[in-house]
């Protein structure tokens, strides 16, 4: 059997690319890359010769696993990059790595570069328990329940935005959870215009407004305060309330869970002696 390498590549500079990261790129059988042209002139910077370059984005990572594994299969080394960061966190390499390790073929790391670390070590928010949220959906009910669920999240979030769409994630995420909410905005991290603006969320809407988002953004928000635990007496007056409804008693102890923020237990115990 081979192995797949997952092989964390420059953000932006590309002074931060490892050299066990060269040494495994000069030993690949095959190399597994967003776009061919961008691996090339990374290559061409390690003084690597390129190997066979296999197009795996966003588009086509499902439909080439099979060529993958088959190469792996035949003892090969295939190295996975992407175009900036590391394979796996919202770039390509999830599925990749999902089928190896499902046919017990060896998976390898050479760490590096990745902007959500990079961003939230910077951030000045706390650091000691976090969230990766990735990108919102763009639209729907999926991206209300996800920026729903931020509202009540005590952990620093860290979130990744495009250019065009940062103003309306920003407002959004304002206005659901609070002006006031503590924010940092990290773009073109390692690059030569990198920025870190620190702020509240009602102060970064402010802050995009002043010039035309450009580069990859990078959005960690600070957590929610810590709410005081409902009491019984809460707690029983809103399950009397959905039940007097109609709401079964598993609904309502799932929605007063969530809702008052207290242990599904806790409300269970309480329904059963109503």
């Not at 594994?69 to 990059?81: I, Y």
């Not at 961003?119 to 328990?129: I, W």
């Not at 952990?155 to 935005?161: C, D, F, G, H, K």
């Amino acid at each position: 059997m081979g192995a797949l390498v997952i092989v964390a590549t420059p953000i932006g500079n590309l002074g931060d690319l490892s050299p066990r990261a060269v040494e495994e790129l000069a030993k690949a059988d095959a190399i597994a890359c967003e776009d061919t042209r961008r691996t090339r002139k990374l290559l061409s910077h390690a003084g690597v010769k390129a190997p066979t370059l296999l197009t795996v984005n966003d588009h086509s990572e499902a439909r080439q696993v099979r060529a993958v594994l088959s190469r792996l299969e035949r003892g090969e080394r295939v190295v996975v990059v992407t175009d900036a960061g590391t394979p796996g966190i919202s770039d390509p390499g999830e599925r990749l790595v999902a089928a190896a390790t499902a046919a017990e073929i060896d998976v390898e790391v050479v760490p590096g570069p990745s902007a959500a670390i990079a961003a939230l070590v910077v951030s000045g928010l706390a650091t000691g328990r976090f969230v990766f949220e990735g990108f919102l959906p763009r639209r729907g009910s999926g991206r209300t329940a996800r920026i729903d669920a931020l509202r009540t999240e005590e952990r620093t979030t860290i979130l990744y935005e495009a250019p065009h769409r940062v103003r309306r994630t920003v407002a959004e995420l304002a206005e659901a959870l609070g002006a006031l909410r503590r924010v940092a905005i990290v773009r073109e991290l390692t690059k030569v215009h990198e920025e870190i603006w620190r702020g509240t969320l009602g102060g970064a809407v402010t802050h995009l407004e002043a010039a035309e988002p450009r580069g990859e953004y990078v959005l960690v928000v600070g957590g929610a305060s810590p709410a005081a635990e409902a009491s019984s007496e809460e707690v029983t007056d809103a399950l009397r309330s959905r039940l007097a409804a109609g709401t079964d008693k598993k609904t309502a102890t799932a929605e007063v869970a969530k809702e008052l923020r207290v242990s599904k237990r806790k409300v269970y115990e309480i329904a059963t002696r109503l």
